[in-house]
């Protein structure tokens, strides 16, 4: 009888596994038909949420990255809140505050905008430091302290920033501490001439039909989303393969016995949350790939956009126009794989 609750039990988990996994690939497939050219940008956001992160995403505007999260609420149960940040924000503009109702004789906190479930900080770094900093506490804790009280924020709760790396002035360049909460820090490109034609087409009907983004079926449930979290942190990870994580990990902080270069290019090393990050990546990368163990091939996958904004480079390097980028192609060619 025992055997049989055990085969039923894992009949169960299996279904609802098979279930999930369904669901986020026809959400994969209904985000790349809102958001074309940009397959990276939406596996990174599915990771991100398989892995409860949070997505950092650079580039030039007008490449749909406000599209990509918008397009994210309209296929999931949960709701969406853009902010954009200016100069003159305080931090009670995304945590909220204490508004006095004098017909009560008392005060109540008012919910800012914080308080949903999917948050896009649109420009970021136009913010100054106060306000970048009220996101701290958000994305650490998934809480908030307003006062002497603290206030807890949906589950399912992912910021997705976004910076133009293009102008610079007026803006305030993200703290090491601010950028090391990011999980991913994903870099998205113009598309190529085919894709502008077929983004152009797509513009067209939108058009016509005066409908930016036609409301799908829910496809994702929060349900869903939290099985998946649970299937992703279950899958087979191998000794060696997490002993290679550290390796990664541990040549950004002592690089001289792995290459020259990096000991020349590199100033400070990345902490513990990028292993945690590679971890978790390449664990939701291979589950969405419908595998149950994860390879040094998903390490090598999600280990650049783990890592690009968690190294800081010298000056004769920067001087030199070194990239991050750079330093992590020089990583993942010294560092050997299992």
């Keep these: 009888m025992e055997d049989f609750h055990d085969a039923a039990t894992a009949a169960t988990r299996a279904l609802a596994t098979d279930n999930a996994l369904a669901a986020f690939q026809a959400t994969r497939a209904y985000l790349n038909t809102q958001i074309l050219g940009q397959e990276n940008l939406v596996e990174r956001l599915l990771l991100a949420l398989l892995a409860d992160g949070h997505l950092l995403v650079e580039g030039p505007p007008g490449l749909a990255k406000t599209r990509a999260i918008k397009a994210l609420a309209q296929g999931l149960e949960a709701n969406f809140q853009r902010v954009q940040f200016t100069p003159d924000m305080l931090p009670s503009d995304l945590t909220g505050s204490d508004i006095f109702r004098p017909e009560e004789g008392r005060f109540q ?36 302290s307003v006062g002497s009280a603290t206030y807890r924020l949906p589950t ?48 067209r009907r939108e058009a016509i039909t005066a409908e ?25 990870l191998a000794d060696s393969v997490a002993d290679y994580i550290a390796a990664l990990v541990d040549a950004t902080r002592a ?21 945690i990050a590679i971890e978790r990546g390449a664990r939701a990368y291979a589950w969405l790939q419908g595998r149950d163990y994860v390879s040094p091939e998903d390490v090598q996958a999600v280990a650049p956009d783990a890592l690009r904004h968690r190294l800081l480079l010298d000056y004769s390097a920067q001087a030199r126009r070194i990239t991050a980028q750079m330093c992590v ?8 794989a299992p």
């Design 109 to 144: 906190f008012q919910k800012g905008p914080l308080f949903h479930n999917l948050i896009l900080a649109d420009e970021i770094n136009r913010a100054p430091a106060k306000v970048q900093s009220a996101l701290l506490e958000a994305m650490g804790e998934h809480q908030i």
């Design 156 to 203: 399912l709760f992912l910021v997705m920033a976004t910076q133009n790396p293009i102008e610079h002035e007026g803006t305030f360049p993200l703290p090491e501490a601010q950028l090391d909460r990011f999980m991913l820090h994903t870099l998205v490109d113009y598309p190529d001439r085919a894709t502008t034609l077929r983004i152009m087409e797509l513009a």
């Design 212 to 236: 930016v983004l036609p409301p799908p079926r829910k496809l994702l449930s929060q349900e869903a989303v939290f099985a998946a979290r649970r299937e992703v942190l279950s899958l087979t």
């Design 255 to 275: 690089p001289a016995p792995y290459s020259a270069k990096l000991a020349e290019w590199l100033r400070w090393g990345a902490s513990p949350r990028a292993a």
């Design 329 to 336: 192609d020089e990583l993942l060619n010294t560092v050997p």
